[in-house]
């Protein structure tokens, strides 16, 4: 008897929520009936942010029923530290904002006899660069390295710097920033901000066909150009 009360506070213990980072996604459950595109995305507050609590999450959510938006109702999207209950703003989005990151995300929609449930996705982990160095001055007519550390690679990796908008790469860690893509000035230095954005996403099960929700982590690095007499 004692060994099966104790086999049973070990099992509680272990158990979790499936909010937790790491815990994986979850389809969630719907009348079908919704077409819902909703992103959550965490935006760094310092420069190669490390903490999540040097993060705000953005919440924005499009709600339409047979093509018509919905106004009306209740759009909430949940962590395992708070729920944030979105406002609409007349041009068919439904808005909020939080603050930190706390990487897995549900969102729930309810509108009249209308709903999609329990729809979580299992964020990317917080990325932090190691190299360039914070502040570094690059030259930009040639090739630099940049590389990243994280847990687990993303679905979508997106970087940007420059003329170079969000350019899709592999989230590998390792990525070789193209020769011209910082952008320089002739006689002087010019200030560069690399940023890095990865991204998990799901199709949620009881929406419409097409319907998305995606939870997205950015991470900022400034940099230095050092001037190009080329140009």
């Known amino acids: 008897m004692r060994l099966i009360f ?3 506070l070990v099992l509680a213990a272990c158990g ?4 937790d980072p790491g815990a994986g996604n979850s389809l969630g459950t719907g009348t079908n009936t919704l077409l819902v595109d909703g992103n959550a995305r965490a935006h760094a507050q310092i420069a190669n942010a490390k903490s999540s609590t040097d993060f705000s999450t953005d919440f924005e959510v499009q709600v339409t029923l047979n093509n018509t938006p919905v106004t009306t ?3 909430e999207v949940k ?3 708070l729920t944030t209950e979105l406002t609409y703003d007349n041009n068919g989005q439904w808005h909020g904002t939080a603050a930190g990151y706390d990487e897995a995300y549900e969102l729930n929609v309810i509108s009249g006899g209308d709903k999609v449930m329990g729809v979580i996705v299992d964020g990317p982990d917080i990325h932090t660069f190691t190299l ?3 502040g570094a001055t690059l030259d930009s007519t040639v090739a630099n390295d940049m590389k990243w550390s ?3 690679a993303a679905d979508v990796a997106t970087f940007r710097v420059g003329d170079l908008d969000r350019l899709t790469i592999a989230d590998t860690g390792d990525f070789s ?3 011209g893509s910082l952008k320089a000035e002739k006689d002087q230095a010019h200030p560069n901000q690399l940023v890095l954005t990865r991204e998990n996403h799901v199709a949620p099960k009881g929406a419409v066909a097409g319907s998305s929700f995606s939870v997205s982590v950015d991470n900022e690095l400034d940099v230095i150009a050092q001037p190009n007499p080329a140009l």
């Open 150 to 152: 994280r847990a687990a």
């Open 132 to 134: 360039p160095a914070l």
């Open 16 to 19: 979790g929520s499936p909010l």
């Open 73 to 75: 109702g209740t759009v």
């Open 177 to 179: 920033i193209p020769a």
């Open 79 to 81: 962590s395992n530290k």
């Open 6 to 8: 104790a086999s049973f």
